[in-house]
């Protein structure tokens, strides 16, 4: 008898188990993006722009209305944000819960105003944000890049995310920036750069990069997409692309090659008590495209001539990064963190004084390419 | 009696004891103290010195066999002073209790449940304890080889995981030293080694005299927490960078929750994560609080341990509520570093002199 009310009992720790901080998901408001904007009105300081996640018109799913557009941006002032993300819950009865946030715009104006470590301290203390969350700024008001109707994906906010994956299809995408590796540089007192997104004929697009100081934490610059092909060929992060070689300066002529391997090597090296820093670019290339009729494929040496102009390309690009990023005094080349590995002596006596280091560095540059190939024909 | 079939579950004690809530927070005190990127030597070098020190405590026990601490402090130092001793070595379980048990409620607060109450979290964990415990040791044994499994894999699947993430630039430079910043951040490391003095009760009811299977069940047990120790340090510091882990409350687990795979539906990894990391803190809290309730037992002869056992429970569930916020409790951990020093080494070295006074007596 004794057994069996015990046996009862300890059966009930199965059934009755409920649940303290239970949360339906289907009363969660998702949150798939943010937009943050810079009112300047003195109260309501800054403007956010939640992206909500409508269910019922998700294409596929069983109560889906098919036609209806799947998100739903909410845009509230305040002048912090935690208050303006309980504003929300004046207006909209789903809780937003943010832990499948996708990206947050920034637009220009509010990180001239506010450096980039206050405004994303809120977002690194909640534990619903991930470290995986892109980030990126645009000219454009953040309200206006979220409302944008994505091309492939059901949300612009993760369109953005998605676009930088192309990061090994083209030279102008940047890999995606996380939240994680924002709060890395800025720890580290790094300068660094935040892909730009912007609108062209209707459609979401990535354009070049705004540069943030590591002095003041606000945004300082930008980068063209012609910049970031020469910042990434520094910071070896190519991983596809193209060079378009323009041959005798005219258009007729042109060739381009593919990148099929590209790796770049920083070495800082000591002489005379002087740093000086070599940049190595090794690339494997095949030739895409040809508007050369007198090329012969065939004949060994077909390759030196464009091999040559293809580095000239490149190395002017970096040549061309390198310069901007010393004018500045910014070092977002990731040559502090080369020094620091390969000369760590050096380092701990001169980071204090790095950016003047910076500034003054002598860099030499070497790129060598092989062309491996010419595709599976060649009509020429 | 055979080494080999009774060295496992003691293996697994040890290696359960020791694995606690070091995993998630040493990496960001050691990243303050020795702040470079091979900070991870530090570990080595603790792990060594808890060797050190756990043959130490062996060498005490060795000549005292099937006898506990509790026992033989009496017998060496007269009977006042020893019960003396027996309790400040209780103090110390019951207080190390209490600091993981909050730690721990204090990241399901923050991570998993953050309406439900900390007194409910902690009150479910002490509960459950406290019935584990009041079935003896061999049984505590057999729960422990049945949930050791379970923590390895959870283990084995973050690191997998985590690889991906690894950045090898942060992990650099590795040969250049500065031994002065790791010797200081052994003083940390060597604490989260802690465990092994549990030796000296479960030599209560195993024979653990010879130096040959002893070594090797704590250099095994030692070993191997050194190693799982230095991989979340090497993920950690790959994963977060060393300025990044100083400012992170709790490290492992924003690396955990830095996986993500493309796509949609593989996130938040951190809540598995937890769930396995929970029930290394339940395999820790086990074994202190089953030498707190020895402890008192022996030092008070008590025949009926349930009274004991329940009071026990309710003194690590309010320590482990006094601490109003997690400042607060972390600085309570330096504190137990501290009675940590008195526990590990200031005890048995105590006890050892006396042994040799009286030593031909025994």
Same mark, same amino acid.
């Given at each position: 008898m004794k057994k069996g009310l015990l046996v009862f009992l300890s059966l009930q720790l199965l059934f009755l188990t409920s649940c303290w901080d239970s949360n339906e998901i289907e009363d969660l408001g998702m949150i798939m993006g943010i937009g943050l904007d810079y009112n300047g009105e003195e109260k309501d300081v800054f403007s956010m722009t939640n992206q909500y996640v409508v269910p019922n018109n998700i294409e596929g799913t069983q109560t889906g209305s098919s036609g209806g557009i799947p998100y739903q941006n909410i845009t509230l002032n305040g002048s912090n944000f935690f208050q303006i993300i309980r504003e929300n819950s004046l207006e909209t009865?789903?809780?937003?819960? *943010?832990?499948?946030?996708?990206?947050?715009?920034?637009?220009?104006?509010?990180?001239?105003?506010?450096?980039?470590?206050?405004?994303?301290?809120?977002? =690194?203390?909640?534990?619903?944000?991930?470290?995986?969350?892109?980030?990126?700024?645009?000219?454009?008001?953040?309200?206006?890049?979220?409302?944008?109707?994505?091309?492939?994906?059901?949300?612009?906010?993760?369109?953005?995310?998605?676009?930088?994956?192309?990061?090994?299809?083209? =030279? *102008?995408?940047?890999?995606?920036?996380?939240?994680?590796?924002?709060?890395?540089?800025?720890?580290?007192?790094?300068?660094?750069?935040?892909?730009?997104?912007?609108?062209n004929n209707g459609r979401i697009r990535l354009l070049g990069a705004g540069i943030i100081s590591n002095k003041t934490e606000k945004i300082v610059g930008w980068l063209t997409p012609e910049e970031i092909a020469g910042l990434k060929w520094v910071t070896d992060e190519v991983s596809g692309g193209l060079v378009a070689i323009k041959e005798k300066n005219s258009e007729e002529d042109q060739?381009?090659?593919?990148?099929?391997?590209?790796?770049?090597?920083?070495?800082?090296?000591?002489?005379?008590?002087?740093?000086?820093?070599? =940049?190595?670019?090794?690339?494997?290339?095949?030739?895409?495209?040809?508007?050369?009729?007198?090329?012969?494929?065939?004949?060994?040496?077909?390759?030196?001539?464009?091999?040559?102009?293809?580095?000239?390309?490149?190395?002017?690009?970096?040549?061309?990064?390198?310069?901007?990023?010393?004018?500045?005094? =910014?070092? *977002?080349?990731?040559?502090?963190?080369?020094t620091s590995i390969k000369q760590p002596a050096y380092w701990k006596k001169h980071h204090k004084e790095w950016e003047r280091i910076f500034s003054q560095l002598p860099v030499t540059i070497d790129v060598d390419f092989t062309l491996t190939g010419y595709g599976t024909q060649d009509i020429n | 009696m055979q080494t080999n079939q009774h060295s496992l579950p003691i293996i697994i004690f040890f290696i359960s004891t020791i694995i606690g809530v070091g995993i998630v927070t040493l990496p960001r005190e050691t990243a303050t103290i020795v702040g470079q990127p091979n900070m991870w030597i530090s570990v080595i070098l603790g792990a060594f010195v808890a060797f050190i020190n756990a043959l130490f405590i062996f060498m005490l026990m060795k000549k005292y066999p099937l006898k506990t601490v509790y026992d033989i402090a009496p017998e060496l130092v007269g009977k006042w002073i020893g019960k003396l001793l027996n309790l400040i070595f209780v103090c110390y379980t019951i207080a190390i209790s209490a600091f993981i048990i909050r730690t721990m409620a204090e990241i399901v607060n923050?991570?998993?449940?953050?309406?439900?109450p900390k007194f409910v979290v902690l009150l479910v964990l002490v509960l459950s304890c406290m019935y584990l415990v009041s079935t003896g040791l061999p049984n505590i044994l057999?729960?422990?080889?049945?949930?050791?499994?379970i923590i390895l894999l959870m283990f084995l699947l973050l690191t997998l995981l985590s690889i991906k993430n690894i950045e090898p630039t942060h992990l650099r430079p590795i040969l250049y030293l500065d031994g002065s910043d790791l010797l200081k951040g052994v003083n940390s490391t060597f604490f989260s080694f802690v465990g092994y003095e549990l030796l000296m009760v479960l030599s209560g009811e195993h024979r653990l005299t010879r130096w040959k299977p002893v070594t090797f069940i704590l250099g095994i047990s030692i070993g191997s927490v050194c190693v799982i120790y230095v991989l979340f340090f090497i993920l950690n510091i790959g994963v977060l960078s060393i300025e990044e882990l100083k400012v992170i409350t709790f490290p492992t687990i924003e690396m955990a929750k830095a996986i993500e795979f493309q796509g949609f539906f593989f996130e938040r990894f951190e809540l598995l994560f937890l769930f396995g990391w929970i029930i290394t803190i339940f395999t820790t809290l086990t074994a202190y609080y089953y030498s707190a309730m020895l402890g008192v037992c022996k030092t008070v002869n008590c025949k009926k341990t349930f009274f004991m056992n329940a009071l026990i429970g309710l003194l690590i569930l309010m320590l482990s509520l006094l601490p109003s916020g997690i400042t607060e409790l972390f600085s309570y951990g330096t504190y137990l570093n501290y009675l940590s020093y008195v526990a590990l080494i200031a005890i048995p070295l105590l006890l050892f002199l006396f042994s040799f006074k009286k030593g031909a007596v025994k």
């Open positions: 009865d789903r809780p937003p819960n *943010y832990t499948h946030l996708k990206s947050v715009v920034f637009t220009e104006r509010l990180l001239q105003q506010e450096p980039l470590k206050q405004l994303i301290s809120f977002f =690194l203390r909640d534990h619903e944000f991930r470290r995986t969350v892109a980030i990126f700024i645009t000219k454009e008001s953040a309200a206006e890049i979220l409302a944008i109707e994505p091309t492939k994906e059901m949300f612009p906010a993760v369109q953005m995310k998605e676009l930088t994956q192309n990061h090994n299809r083209s =030279l *102008y995408v940047q890999d995606t920036l996380k939240f994680g590796e924002v709060s890395k540089k800025i720890t580290e007192g790094a300068s660094f750069v935040i892909p730009e997104i912007g609108i060739a381009v090659l593919e990148i099929m391997k590209a790796s770049t090597t920083i070495e800082p090296e000591m002489k005379d008590g002087q740093l000086t820093v070599h =940049l190595k670019v090794k690339s494997a290339l095949r030739l895409a495209e040809d508007w050369e009729i007198k090329r012969d494929v065939f004949s060994e040496g077909w390759e030196e001539d464009l091999k040559k102009q293809g580095e000239k390309v490149v190395k002017e690009e970096i040549e061309h990064v390198i310069t901007i990023a010393q004018e500045q005094q =910014l070092d *977002y080349l990731e040559f502090s963190t080369w | 923050y991570y998993l449940l953050d309406k439900t057999l729960f422990l080889q049945l949930y050791f499994p």
